[in-house]
Nanobody
Framework: QVQLVESGGGLVQAGGSLRLSCTASERIFTGNLMGWFRQIPGNQRELVALLSRDGSADYADFVKGRFTISTDNTETTVYLQMNSLKPEDTAVYYC????????WGQGTQVTVSS
């Protein structure tokens, strides 16, 4: 069973930056779909960023130009660099990967104060 573990969440002031990391227990990121979602209390989970098998990235309109998804050469870690954070970015952020099955992390809280 593949496990995804997020880290890097926390409290930051508006305009600040955070970098989330997601580490997988196996090398599942290379050649597979991976991404980040978020969930605001009372709302459905929504896509933030997706990295396709060909390396191309797609972003939700509300984070374009501010967030960047990337991986490193370990094939087990995916990042979400979040800049110019806004209070409305406050949410629990989840790492996601699809490799035959859907895998989710446990989530990491990001809180942006005004």
């Amino acid at each position: 069973q593949v496990q995804l573990v997020e880290s890097g969440g926390g409290l930051v002031q508006a305009g600040g930056s955070l970098r989330l990391s997601c580490t997988a227990s196996e090398r599942i990121f290379t050649g597979n779909l991976m991404g980040w979602f978020r969930q605001i209390p009372g709302n459905q989970r929504e896509l933030v960023a997706l990295l396709s098998r060909d390396g191309s990235a797609d972003y939700a309109d509300f984070v374009k130009g501010r967030f960047t998804i990337s991986t490193d050469n370990t094939e087990t870690t995916v990042y979400l660099q979040m800049n110019s954070l806004k209070p409305e970015d406050t949410a629990v952020y989840y790492c996601y990967a699809h490799a035959s099955y859907d895998y989710w992390g446990q989530g990491t809280q990001v809180t942006v104060s005004s």
